[in-house]
């Protein structure tokens, strides 16, 4: 007997249309403001091509919230190996559009109602590249520095630098800030 294959294979371009439509709809409306229908209807596919990929809008969200999914150094295993100052580098070009901060801010936005989706999003993007920084860290800071702590500092810091001084947020003067916060935290490459 012949096995039964799965279904038709999933069509990229349709996934793509879908993440698109998303995005845009996330960053025009919020999380509460937009919807599965209205997804589907941007992305010109039907409710149920979305929900073959995503069973919840939370689901397709957290999807969408993975902005440096396309961005090959923030990689948990390259960051691991990676000297800090290129990751810094990585992250303040991947801040400096207008895109990603109004994204982030959405998120920020979205955690008063949604904080499930946040933490989500917390388990399975931030801690595993926080974690893998924390080793790159590790060499330039003195034994028995908190590095749990200088990341918190410099989250804090890039966080509030994107957030609230957009003037300020081109990718070489975040780059510049957020090397001054490590070396003011006690870093030495």
């Known amino acids: 007997m012949a096995e039964r294959s799965a279904g038709r294979p999933r069509d ?3 996934d793509n249309a879908i993440l698109t439509a998303a995005f845009e709809l996330f960053l025009e409306r919020g999380l509460d403001g937009t919807s599965i229908e209205q997804v ?4 010109g596919v039907t409710r149920a091509t979305v929900y073959r990929r995503f069973a919840t809008k939370e689901d397709l969200l957290l999807s969408v919230m993975e ?3 396309g961005l090959p150094e923030l990689d948990p295993e390259r960051i691991a190996v990676t000297p800090v100052e290129d990751t810094v580098r990585a992250y303040a070009h991947m801040m400096s559009s207008s895109q990603a901060v109004l994204l982030l801010r959405r998120i920020i ?5 949604h904080f499930g989706l946040v933490q989500r999003y917390w388990d399975l993007f931030i801690a595993p590249r926080r974690a893998a920084m924390q080793e790159a860290m ?3 800071f003195p034994p028995g520095t908190d590095l749990s702590m200088v990341m918190d500092v410099l989250g804090g810091a890039f966080f509030y630098r994107a957030l609230t001084r957009p003037d300020l947020a081109d990718a070489a003067s975040l780059e510049a800030y957020l090397l001054a916060v490590l070396r003011q935290a006690g870093h030495r490459p």
């Open 40 to 43: 589907a209807r941007r992305a």
């Open 12 to 14: 990229p371009e349709a």
């Open 109 to 113: 936005g979205a955690s008063a109602d």
């Open 138 to 140: 590790r060499p330039g």
């Open 67 to 69: 902005l440096p999914r």
